[in-house]
């Protein structure tokens, strides 16, 4: 979505006490890390317009709480994001998602690659701290070259998005409501073998957790030499998502 | 009547002619609904479908009309084959056509009876009995709440608040009856008919009495409805002049936020847009509330008549009634007003002789989510997809239905704008207080000895409406819904104004002998069942709330729960995406702060206590083995 709060022309706006210069039309989330700042974010990607569902990205804007990525930058905002209030509030979010899926980190091919774990890290996330829901989530392994694995899903809909707006095929839907909101596949087994996808689609590289991964290429790079093995997620060099 | 069975599948017993309401041609009626029941038994499903599909020009922005008609009229389920065959016809996916048919209630993805009965399960209606009722009808029926019965027959379930608090406990079937005041011979009568298998339209009618309980009538309801005097009035003024009455009039939303409605009105007006369009919300889906029902059923002349004014002022000539599942019943008789007003010349084209002025209304029908009254989630809704709030800005009077200019406005906030069209904004504005102007109607149900409609000036005080409804020994209510405001006794000198108390019309009552503790857990309740899922803390945090809120009910509670409960307040306040979330645990905060003995009551102990009873777990090893001493003894 464009932003239109008052997002007219370029300007500067200050962040955590330091100015970041934006360009008309971005968003905050946008801006701050086209400047190398980092804003915690999941369900946010640079390819795609914002959709303001992960809510790990909400900062106070002149003292009101909203989420970066919705909200147009604009000259002379006031914005306050890496602070004690907001990263706690941030990691209760975090543990909110972890409690709702079924995320076992040290078993998980994603592992180090994986921005919700590094977005934990980052928080300080030492534990759940909220009861589990453990779901039952079966997976999806009828593609010949893709695993489901819908246990990690955090509904951030950045496969949705890829398949339909990138790839056009629309593989994915999301279903349900409240706590039963799922990921669903468009076949009429659905199932994922059933569907035109392939493993070169935008939609297979997109997943932020370990949802959707490639079959046959399981820790081909060692756990401790991946992505976020080596940097930080804060690291700006670490910001492309996958 | 439109037929989806699969083959063997026995029809429902009700899906037959709709009552009564002359349509007009080729307009709003659906196809096939004025068949003789059986009429239609050998006809495929996909020529049932195509006719449906067709009459709705097969737009996918008619999704959840279409799905709603289609399980009205036809199997009381949606299977899936018939989202599979919409979905090829609409050019949208199964996946898509499927995501939206689960986010809505009313709409079952998955078989459900041919009696489907809903009990109401809003804390007014529990405190009635409700419980009692549901596992009465459940044992004649020989039935399982949630399941459907193995012969197919009948399912029993809750569902959220009917809005029929003052005549309660209140119960669905087929979604399409509304019954009240039952009690146990009742539900006997209930589970014979049904056992019977005895269509719903041929049970007594006077079970389907629902009463408007007008306790007291002020300016509002007491304006005699004469219909097309407040347009000529408007037309008279010109569009601009109204407008600036409107504004003189300092009319604020009813639905609850309390946004001017003059300068919503403006900005949608002066929003470019190749076609703007009025929106009435009558998705009154917070618990308590009914006011709308009334003006719905009442005074629905009232309504068009101020959705028409508000054409003219904002340059509408399309208006939309999202009405909610919940009052499926007030269908027919809505169409029936409405063809009575294009015949009158106060809809349709060159309105009242005004060459210039074409409006006519349609009527969209709710599929069971509250959160659809949240204006973006409303649009979405309208234009058939699943209910998720938009995110904003930018705000529907600048990019709302079809991306186009539209003002969303509650039901009383429409019926008002006839008085100040009739009798001008000054007076208007004289009633009530400065802040808070003209009259509230509050929809009073619980411990009173008369519940009802009662229409005050704002700046009346708490204590008064008490006062004439006759409550007695009063411990708490609940003002404007669970995402309201719970009022304690020694606050009942407060007044109703958007400057001290503000409502959108709910007044719940609770004395003495009511737990509050029971009240917050069931609008706990409400929230986790009704959230939309979009955003992770309203997703997880009502669920959370919930699963917290057993805890303490199942007596493991300590401190710390409560301490865990105040974590999930203050992020759900700060961190949704939408107001849902962030009043979800207005009941719960405060409940504690006012009532902190309810949930001590529930405490175990003061100290951290396990969710997980051990000895209850071990209980059935501990009968096998013969050992009969609990763990640790």
Same mark, same amino acid.
């Given at each position: 979505m464009t932003p239109t709060d008052g997002s007219a022309g370029a300007g500067v706006y200050s962040l955590d006490g330091e100015d970041v210069a934006f360009r008309q039309g971005e968003s905050i989330l946008a801006s701050a890390r086209r400047a190398g700042r980092y804003i915690p974010h999941l369900c946010w990607h640079p390819e795609f317009p914002a959709h303001g569902s992960c809510r790990l990205c909400v900062v106070k804007v002149n003292g009101h709480p909203g989420a970066a990525c919705t909200i147009g930058a604009a000259h002379g905002l006031e914005i306050e994001s890496n602070t004690a209030e907001l990263n706690a509030q941030r990691k209760m979010l975090l543990q909110m998602l972890f409690v709702e899926g079924n995320h076992f980190c040290p078993s998980c091919e994603k592992s180090g690659n994986c921005l919700l774990q590094a977005t934990a890290y980052q928080m300080d996330m030492e534990g759940p701290h909220f009861e589990e829901f453990y779901p039952d989530r079966p997976v999806d392994a009828s593609h010949p070259d893709i695993l489901l694995d819908f246990n990690r899903c955090i509904l951030c809909e950045l496969c949705v998005r890829a398949s339909r707006d990138v790839d056009g095929k629309n593989v994915f839907a999301i279903a349900g409501h409240g706590i039963d909101t799922h990921l669903v596949v468009n076949s009429p087994s659905a199932r994922l073998g059933d569907t035109d996808m392939t493993v070169n689609d935008r939609a297979a590289t997109?997943?932020?957790?370990?949802v959707i991964l490639p079959k046959r290429r399981g820790f081909s790079v060692p756990i401790g030499e991946r992505r976020y093995d080596e940097k930080s997620v804060a690291d700006s060099s670490c910001q492309e998502a996958s | 009547m439109i037929s989806v069975s699969s083959p063997g599948a026995e029809q429902r017993p009700d899906a037959e002619q709709r009552p009564g309401a002359e349509q007009r041609p080729g307009a709003d009626q659906e196809p096939g609904a004025d068949q003789e029941p $059986?009429?239609?038994?050998?006809?495929s499903q996909k020529s049932d479908v195509d006719a449906l599909l067709a009459h709705y020009g097969r737009d996918p922005r008619s999704l959840v009309q279409i799905l709603r008609v289609l399980q009205e009229q036809g199997l009381p389920w949606l299977p899936r084959e018939t989202l599979r065959e919409v979905a090829a016809q609409l050019d949208l996916t199964l996946a898509q056509v499927e995501g939206i048919a689960s986010f809505y209630h009313f709409l079952h993805t998955r078989p459900v009876g041919q009696y489907h009965v809903l009990f109401s399960d809003n804390i007014t209606d529990r405190m009635l009995g409700s419980e009692a009722l549901l596992a009465e009808l459940c044992r004649l029926l020989a039935v399982r709440p949630g399941q459907v019965r193995g012969d197919g027959r009948v399912s029993v379930d809750r569902c959220s608040c009917t809005g029929l608090c003052d005549q309660g406990p209140a119960l669905l079937v087929n979604h399409r009856y509304g019954m009240t005041r039952l009690d146990a011979a009742r539900i006997g009568e209930i589970a014979a008919l049904i056992e019977a298998l005895v269509p719903v339209s041929e049970w007594p009618t006077e079970w389907f009495h629902i009463a408007d309980n007008i306790q007291r009538a002020d300016v509002l309801l007491g304006t005699p409805q004469q219909p097309g005097f407040a347009i000529a009035a408007a037309l008279s003024r010109g569009a601009e002049a109204q407008l600036a009455e409107l504004k003189r009039s300092n009319l604020r939303g009813r $639905? $609850? %936020?309390? @946004?001017a409605t003059g300068l919503k009105w403006e900005l949608c007006r002066n929003a470019p847009g190749a076609a703007h369009y009025v929106v009435c919300n009558a998705d009154e889906g917070e618990p308590g509330t009914f006011k709308d029902r009334v003006l719905l059923s009442r005074y629905a002349d009232m309504l068009f008549e101020g959705m028409t004014i508000a054409a003219l002022v904002v340059g509408a000539r399309r208006g939309l009634v999202y009405l909610r599942g919940e009052y499926r019943y007030l269908l027919e008789p809505l169409r029936a007003t409405l063809d009575r007003r294009r015949q009158q010349g106060l809809? =349709?084209?060159? #309105?009242?002789?005004? %060459?210039e002025f074409d409006f006519d209304i349609d009527i969209h029908v709710g599929a069971g989510a509250y959160i659809c009254g949240e204006e973006s989630a409303l649009i979405e809704s309208l234009e058939g997809k699943r209910g998720t709030p938009r995110i904003r800005p930018p705000f529907p009077v600048e990019? =709302?239905?079809?991306g186009q200019p539209t003002t969303v406005n509650n039901v009383e906030t429409l019926c008002a704008v006839v008085p100040i069209a009739l009798s001008g904004g000054a007076w208007w504005a004289s009633i009530g207080t400065a802040k808070s102007t003209g009259t509230k109607i509050h929809a009073v149900s619980g411990d009173c000895d008369r519940p009802g409609l009662y229409e005050y000036p704002f700046g009346t005080r708490i204590g008064r409406i008490l006062e004439d409804c006759g409550a007695h020994d009063t411990q708490a209510v609940q003002i404007g819904g669970p995402s309201g405001i719970c009022i304690s006794a @020694? /606050? @009942?000198?407060?007044? #109703? %104004? @958007? /400057?001290?108390v503000p409502t959108a019309g709910a007044l719940m009552i609770f004395d003495r002998s009511r737990d509050m503790f029971d009240v917050a857990r069931n609008f706990a309740n409400f929230f986790a069942h009704e959230s939309c899922g979009f955003c992770t803390p309203c997703r997880v945090g009502t669920a959370l709330v919930v699963k917290r809120m057993g805890k303490l009910a199942a007596g493991h509670g300590s401190r710390h729960d409560i301490e865990v409960l105040f974590e999930l307040d203050k992020l759900m306040h700060g961190a949704t995406h939408c107001g849902l979330g962030a009043s979800a645990c207005n009941p719960l905060r405060d409940t504690i702060a006012k009532f902190r003995p309810a949930y001590e009551r529930h405490l175990q102990s003061l100290h951290f206590e396990p969710a997980f009873d051990l000895d209850a777990e071990l209980s059935a090893a501990r009968l096998a083995i013969g050992r009969d001493r609990p763990a640790g003894q």
């Amino acid at each position: 979505m464009t932003p239109t709060d008052g997002s007219a022309g370029a300007g500067v706006y200050s962040l955590d006490g330091e100015d970041v210069a934006f360009r008309q039309g971005e968003s905050i989330l946008a801006s701050a890390r086209r400047a190398g700042r980092y804003i915690p974010h999941l369900c946010w990607h640079p390819e795609f317009p914002a959709h303001g569902s992960c809510r790990l990205c909400v900062v106070k804007v002149n003292g009101h709480p909203g989420a970066a990525c919705t909200i147009g930058a604009a000259h002379g905002l006031e914005i306050e994001s890496n602070t004690a209030e907001l990263n706690a509030q941030r990691k209760m979010l975090l543990q909110m998602l972890f409690v709702e899926g079924n995320h076992f980190c040290p078993s998980c091919e994603k592992s180090g690659n994986c921005l919700l774990q590094a977005t934990a890290y980052q928080m300080d996330m030492e534990g759940p701290h909220f009861e589990e829901f453990y779901p039952d989530r079966p997976v999806d392994a009828s593609h010949p070259d893709i695993l489901l694995d819908f246990n990690r899903c955090i509904l951030c809909e950045l496969c949705v998005r890829a398949s339909r707006d990138v790839d056009g095929k629309n593989v994915f839907a999301i279903a349900g409501h409240g706590i039963d909101t799922h990921l669903v596949v468009n076949s009429p087994s659905a199932r994922l073998g059933d569907t035109d996808m392939t493993v070169n689609d935008r939609a297979a590289t997109i997943c932020p957790v370990g949802v959707i991964l490639p079959k046959r290429r399981g820790f081909s790079v060692p756990i401790g030499e991946r992505r976020y093995d080596e940097k930080s997620v804060a690291d700006s060099s670490c910001q492309e998502a996958s | 009547m439109i037929s989806v069975s699969s083959p063997g599948a026995e029809q429902r017993p009700d899906a037959e002619q709709r009552p009564g309401a002359e349509q007009r041609p080729g307009a709003d009626q659906e196809p096939g609904a004025d068949q003789e029941p $059986g009429a239609d038994q050998n006809r495929s499903q996909k020529s049932d479908v195509d006719a449906l599909l067709a009459h709705y020009g097969r737009d996918p922005r008619s999704l959840v009309q279409i799905l709603r008609v289609l399980q009205e009229q036809g199997l009381p389920w949606l299977p899936r084959e018939t989202l599979r065959e919409v979905a090829a016809q609409l050019d949208l996916t199964l996946a898509q056509v499927e995501g939206i048919a689960s986010f809505y209630h009313f709409l079952h993805t998955r078989p459900v009876g041919q009696y489907h009965v809903l009990f109401s399960d809003n804390i007014t209606d529990r405190m009635l009995g409700s419980e009692a009722l549901l596992a009465e009808l459940c044992r004649l029926l020989a039935v399982r709440p949630g399941q459907v019965r193995g012969d197919g027959r009948v399912s029993v379930d809750r569902c959220s608040c009917t809005g029929l608090c003052d005549q309660g406990p209140a119960l669905l079937v087929n979604h399409r009856y509304g019954m009240t005041r039952l009690d146990a011979a009742r539900i006997g009568e209930i589970a014979a008919l049904i056992e019977a298998l005895v269509p719903v339209s041929e049970w007594p009618t006077e079970w389907f009495h629902i009463a408007d309980n007008i306790q007291r009538a002020d300016v509002l309801l007491g304006t005699p409805q004469q219909p097309g005097f407040a347009i000529a009035a408007a037309l008279s003024r010109g569009a601009e002049a109204q407008l600036a009455e409107l504004k003189r009039s300092n009319l604020r939303g009813r $639905g $609850g %936020a309390g @946004f001017a409605t003059g300068l919503k009105w403006e900005l949608c007006r002066n929003a470019p847009g190749a076609a703007h369009y009025v929106v009435c919300n009558a998705d009154e889906g917070e618990p308590g509330t009914f006011k709308d029902r009334v003006l719905l059923s009442r005074y629905a002349d009232m309504l068009f008549e101020g959705m028409t004014i508000a054409a003219l002022v904002v340059g509408a000539r399309r208006g939309l009634v999202y009405l909610r599942g919940e009052y499926r019943y007030l269908l027919e008789p809505l169409r029936a007003t409405l063809d009575r007003r294009r015949q009158q010349g106060l809809l =349709g084209t060159a #309105i009242q002789g005004h %060459a210039e002025f074409d409006f006519d209304i349609d009527i969209h029908v709710g599929a069971g989510a509250y959160i659809c009254g949240e204006e973006s989630a409303l649009i979405e809704s309208l234009e058939g997809k699943r209910g998720t709030p938009r995110i904003r800005p930018p705000f529907p009077v600048e990019h =709302g239905y079809l991306g186009q200019p539209t003002t969303v406005n509650n039901v009383e906030t429409l019926c008002a704008v006839v008085p100040i069209a009739l009798s001008g904004g000054a007076w208007w504005a004289s009633i009530g207080t400065a802040k808070s102007t003209g009259t509230k109607i509050h929809a009073v149900s619980g411990d009173c000895d008369r519940p009802g409609l009662y229409e005050y000036p704002f700046g009346t005080r708490i204590g008064r409406i008490l006062e004439d409804c006759g409550a007695h020994d009063t411990q708490a209510v609940q003002i404007g819904g669970p995402s309201g405001i719970c009022i304690s006794a @020694f /606050e @009942f000198g407060r007044r #109703i %104004a @958007f /400057e001290d108390v503000p409502t959108a019309g709910a007044l719940m009552i609770f004395d003495r002998s009511r737990d509050m503790f029971d009240v917050a857990r069931n609008f706990a309740n409400f929230f986790a069942h009704e959230s939309c899922g979009f955003c992770t803390p309203c997703r997880v945090g009502t669920a959370l709330v919930v699963k917290r809120m057993g805890k303490l009910a199942a007596g493991h509670g300590s401190r710390h729960d409560i301490e865990v409960l105040f974590e999930l307040d203050k992020l759900m306040h700060g961190a949704t995406h939408c107001g849902l979330g962030a009043s979800a645990c207005n009941p719960l905060r405060d409940t504690i702060a006012k009532f902190r003995p309810a949930y001590e009551r529930h405490l175990q102990s003061l100290h951290f206590e396990p969710a997980f009873d051990l000895d209850a777990e071990l209980s059935a090893a501990r009968l096998a083995i013969g050992r009969d001493r609990p763990a640790g003894q």
